[in-house]
Each structure stands twice: as structure tokens, then as C-alpha cells.
């Protein structure tokens, strides 16, 4: 299977980096991997609309091409990045803005928006510091959103979502633990 990881977290020595590790350590040998790390990247996120640059040509613009040729060779795409501020780190917002563009990975017929990356799957693994009772009901948590709102309006389907809760109050054995979770989910891909 041809797997592209989208790994959004700036420390490199942080438990999302722990989570990326056990992700691609786990991963059988004959799939094929390309890891899309955007802030080793230096991926910029800020959209410019302007009179070179109009929102309706972001399906082909040249600066993110290679990034939609990344997105088209995948059969699987694994989503890794913290909750900060009940949302997805700036970058994979930006990353999400620029590269899902209508066009490329949706379209309208009529009003209702028709998926244009079909045959795609999806894992989005967040962590985050909130106790899961209060982020489950009190909060808008964007690995849901990225679930709902972006990866199936896209037509990428299904989409597994790992949250990981609470990391701030979790001991090294309670993380230890959800590493050992995401390798076996890892192995079973």
C-alpha cells in the first residue's frame, strides 16, 4: 500500500514524535512510505489572494504541486499533530488551505460538494491535554474536524481517528501505553 504520513509537530523529541516513530517503525516492510513532515519542510501556510495569485487557481498552482502529487500517489494517508487551542497546529491548516483546493480535491455539483480524492483512506492521530470527558463535550476538537468536515467532504473514506487525551496528566507507563496501541494499529494497516 503506498502511505503518505502528513506529521505536523515542530519538536522533534516530543510525544508526537514518539507517535511518529511507532507509526513508522510498525509499518509493514512492503508498503511504501513517504513521510510529508511540514515543519522540516518549512511548509508555508499563509494563503495570498491577490491579482497573480486568485483563491480559484490554488488547484494548480505551482508551489504546492508536488504536494498534490503526493496526495494523488497515496492509497493511505495518516495524519499525526497535537491539539493546540482546540485546533490543528497553524501549519496543517495552512497545509489543508492551500493543497485541498476545489478543483483538486472537491468540486460543487449543484449545492452539494462531490470528492474528488475517492479510494483513499485515512488514520488522524492527535494527542492533546484535556481530559477526554471535557474535550469529547465541551470542545471542538479538529482531528473530528479534519475527519468530517475535510477528509470525507473529499471523498476519502473511511477515516479512523486515534485521540490521544490527557497527555499532560498521563504517567511515562500511561504513554508507553498508547505507543504500544499505535504500533499494533500500525502493524494491522
Known sequence: MKILIVYAYPNQTGFSAAVLNAVQENLKASHQVKLLDLYQENFDPVLVFNEQQRRRDLATEASTANYREMLEWSEQLIFI??????????????????????GFAYEYKGLLPVGLLKGRQAWVI????????????????????????????????????TEIA????????????????????????
Open 166 to 189: 490527557y497527555l499532560r496528566g498521563s504517567s511515562n507507563e500511561k504513554r508507553e501505553k498508547y505507543l504500544r496501541k499505535i504500533a499494533k494499529m500500525s502493524q494491522a494497516l
Open 126 to 161: 492527535t494527542s492533546h491535554d484535556t481530559p477526554k470527558p471535557y474535550a469529547r463535550f465541551m470542545q471542538q476538537d479538529y482531528g473530528r474536524v479534519l475527519k468530517r468536515q475535510v477528509l470525507g467532504m473529499c471523498g476519502i473514506k473511511p477515516v479512523k481517528l
Open 81 to 102: 499533530f497535537p491539539i493546540w487551542w482546540s485546533g490543528m497546529p497553524a501549519i496543517l491548516k495552512g497545509f489543508i488551505d492551500r493543497v485541498f483546493a476545489k
